[in-house]
């Protein structure tokens, strides 16, 4: 499964979420390890909706980047 993940930079590093996932996030000091962790993040946040039993969400969520004109 490939799940829509945002990064965002931030003044002390990076923030990584999962919008099909709430609750499953990750932050670290560079962009690559923010990117491991939140790798790892979502394999147990999947993990943890199975062991409860919990349905897990399929990958639902789109990512569209639109042009607008700074006022």
Known sequence: ???TVVIEKTDSGYGAF???LPGC???AE???EVE???KEAIGFHLEGLKAEGETVPPPCCEVVQVDVEAA
Do not use: W
């Open 25 to 27: 996030v990750a932050v």
């Open 30 to 32: 560079s962009r690559v």
């Open 36 to 38: 491991r962790l939140i």
């Open 18 to 20: 999962v919008p099909d």
């Open 1 to 3: 499964m490939k799940y």
